[in-house]
């Protein structure tokens, strides 16, 4: 069957970085997305990954390893604002998108 | 704001009651979603209609009934659900469906209960 895993739930202190990773087995892979989801919000897209590595989009980078079915969000200088779920989400061979269950996050001042 | 409304926002309804949720985008897209989000599970996708027409139906129950009109709107149309399908139902678009790359915009949700 098709899989996602990723942490249920992860704290970390306003201005540190937190890293939440996500391993996957899917039937295929064309692509691995990262949402942000604020409690009682749509959930809105964060980054895109195809190929293996780094993107960096500001405080936010994200990074994929297609050999390990890994992947990780990297978020740097925290604020309180990045309190929410962040959900990892991979395409698989029928471009179909199989979710993870959402890493939520607390930031602490 | 990303550019996909849902309404209601919240619905409370009896199991013998009939209802609708209303999804409109107004991205231009061609492909629109409905997924099911229940508390610490993962999204669960249960139609996706591309240029109107339905290519995914995973598994739902005949008790929810989708209609897309147009490429701009959504409907879910709901008969005699089981308080087990109380949860967030959101709607989503993307430019296509069946290519990678394209991320889905979704709306805000529609939060039901039913009692």
């Known amino acids: 069957g098709q899989n996602i895993d990723q942490p249920t739930e992860m704290t970390a202190t306003e201005g540190a970085i937190v890293q939440i990773n996500c391993t996957y087995q899917t039937s295929g892979f064309n692509g691995l997305f990262w949402y942000q989801q604020h409690a009682g919000e749509a959930p809105t897209f964060l980054s895109y990954n195809v190929l293996d590595g780094l993107e960096e989009k500001g405080r936010f980078s994200s990074f994929l390893s297609r050999s390990k079915g890994y992947s990780y969000l990297l978020l740097k200088e925290l604020q309180m604002k990045d309190s929410a779920s962040y959900l990892c989400a991979v395409s698989d061979s029928n471009y179909q998108l199989i979710w993870g269950a959402g890493t939520k996050l607390i930031i602490k001042p | 704001e990303t550019g996909v409304t849902q309404t209601p926002r919240h619905l409370v309804m009896g199991m013998t009651n009939k209802k609708s949720l209303k999804c409109e985008q107004h991205?231009?897209?061609?492909?629109m979603y409905w997924y099911k989000q229940s508390a610490k599970k993962p999204l669960e996708l249960m139609f996706v209609y591309s240029l109107e027409e339905r290519v995914e139906n995973n598994s739902v129950p005949s008790r929810f009934s989708p209609e897309c009109p147009n490429s701009s709107h959504l409907f879910l149309h709901l008969h005699t659900l089981q308080p087990e399908d109380s949860a967030l139902y959101l709607c989503?678009?993307?430019?296509?469906w069946g290519r990678g790359g394209h991320e889905q915009f979704f709306g805000p949700g529609t939060r039901l209960t039913v009692l």
């Open positions: 989503a678009s993307s430019q296509n």
């Open positions: 991205l231009g897209h061609n492909a």
